[in-house]
């Protein structure tokens, strides 16, 4: 039996009100943008997300008093079973977004599923138990690289890194299937993940920089002046960072393919709908009755609320559907106008203090999976919450990426849920084998 003694050194109170204080929240804001006196109650969507939030709870204490060793029979499995269901959607399983023209779903009775969301779960699991107790090297990746495109990889009894072969097609592998649905927003959380990971493990930044510096090329060519710049500093880092000549070599023309040729080609490669968020960011008035509309509804909805905001319920942006996908993709400024300034940093500390809790259970755990787990899932949670604020005041493209706790869905409420519940897991299991 868990006596108190027992629960206040395994389980992190603070974390735990911190869940159930956002969740809460989300509620009232779902409600307040979607409640319909018309329609009976289970068919709100503030009263489905509570069901969601109930539903989610549950599995994160199932998943927090889990035993570690059935982690460690189910991780390769729920990861398989994850590639599963993307090929599925990619084969023409899914169910299509006419708006958007994504097929992201699967359609489930009363539920929808989106397999990039279960994904998420099975790739942080899988990467970290990949990681454990390994450092990673850019060299190494390149190496790992190489030898995947020539099956000759050379390198293995002179460097003994024959480890990082399984690295690159466990990332590669579910990131081009989600990008092939195409849900970028979400492929960018499994490179964020990543990322961070590698960061954890041990890869300097300078290494990160230049892992994801064709990306940056690419970005930067649509301004001369930028990509040059960006150039110039791409050498200086080359330069002090020493690594073999061909390594080298090959970064640089990378970046030169991407900067210069691969531009063209993957901007005519997005979907319509990605290019006109990218031209609204770089002009938001430029198509105000079209792609800009939303951008343009999200600053009126949040300067409107002021210091203290409209109060609950009184929103006009939100109640009157001036603010598109207002229990989604833009329930920060549902916030922002019933809530005002306030509420919005409210909010925001909330996060902060998550996040805060979710890494100090990583600098306590000694169990170099547990660390690898809740660092990923930091990860995910932090950058969702930057991108969609940073897209709601326009610092960002509008993207699909959902506010944790806050934003109406199903299987991304899980999702998050799942990830409070590897984190009290880690925390509650401390010190276990």
């Given at each position: ?11 992190d ?17 779902v409600?307040?943008?979607t ?7 289970s ?19 199932v ?6 060793r ?19 959607v ?13 097929a992201?779903?699967?359609?489930l009775?009363?539920f929808n ?12 699991l ?21 030898g995947?495109?020539?099956l ?15 690295l690159v ?28 990971m ?24 649509l ?18 960072t ?37 031209e ?10 079209g792609?800009g ?7 009126v909805?949040?300067?409107?609320g002021?210091?203290l905001?409209?109060g ?36 925001l500390?909330?996060?902060f ?19 690898f787990?809740v ?15 940073a ?9 699909g ?33």
């Amino acid at each position: 039996m868990l006596d108190r003694e027992f629960l206040e050194r395994r389980v992190d109170a603070l974390f735990v009100v911190l869940v159930l204080l956002l969740s809460a929240f989300g509620v009232l804001l779902v409600f307040s943008a979607t409640n319909d006196p018309d329609v009976a109650l289970s068919q709100n969507l503030w009263f489905k997300q509570a069901l969601y939030v109930v539903a989610g709870l549950l599995c994160a204490v199932v998943v927090a008093l889990l035993p570690r060793r059935i982690f460690s029979a189910l991780t390769w499995p729920l990861y398989f079973l994850s590639l599963g269901l993307l090929l599925y959607v990619a084969m023409g399983g899914g169910s299509v977004d006419e708006a958007k023209g994504a097929a992201r779903w699967i359609k489930l009775p009363g539920f929808n599923l989106q397999p990039s969301e279960v994904a998420k779960v099975a790739y942080l699991l899988v990467l970290s138990r990949y990681l454990s107790g390994r450092e990673v090297r850019l060299e190494n990746l390149f190496r790992a690289g190489l030898g995947l495109v020539t099956l000759r990889p050379l390198w293995r009894r002179r460097h003994g890194a024959d480890w990082e072969m399984g690295l690159v097609p466990l990332f590669c592998v579910p990131f081009l299937l989600i990008l092939k649905q195409p849900d970028l927003s979400t492929a960018l959380v499994f490179m964020a993940m990543t990322l961070t990971m590698f960061f954890w493990s041990g890869m300097p930044l300078r290494e990160l920089f230049l892992l994801v510096s064709p990306g940056i090329s690419l970005v930067t060519s649509l301004h001369m002046a930028a990509w040059v710049v960006f150039i110039v500093a791409l050498l200086a880092v080359l330069l002090r960072t020493r690594l073999q000549l061909w390594i080298s070599a090959a970064i640089l023309v990378a970046n030169l393919f991407a900067g210069g040729m691969l531009a063209g080609a993957a901007w005519n490669s997005l979907e319509d709908h990605q290019r006109s968020r990218l031209e609204t960011f770089v002009d938001p008035s430029r198509d105000d009755r079209g792609a800009g509309y939303q951008v343009r509804q999200s600053f009126v909805a949040i300067g409107s609320g002021g210091l203290l905001g409209k109060g609950f319920l009184e929103g006009s942006q939100t109640n009157l559907d001036f603010l598109p996908e207002e229990h989604t993709d833009f329930i920060f400024g549902v916030l922002g106008e019933q809530f005002g300034f306030v509420g919005c940093a409210g909010a925001l500390g909330l996060f902060f203090a998550l996040l805060s809790r979710i890494l100090d259970v990583a600098a306590r755990s000694r169990d170099p999976f547990g660390n690898f787990v809740v660092v990923g899932a930091a990860a995910i949670i932090g950058f969702h919450v930057a991108v969609n604020v940073a897209m709601t005041i326009g610092l960002m493209p509008v993207t699909g990426l959902p506010l944790p706790f806050l934003s109406y869905g199903g299987t991304f409420m899980m999702t998050v849920m799942c990830l409070c519940g590897l984190v009290a897991h880690v925390r509650f299991h401390e010190g276990e084998v």
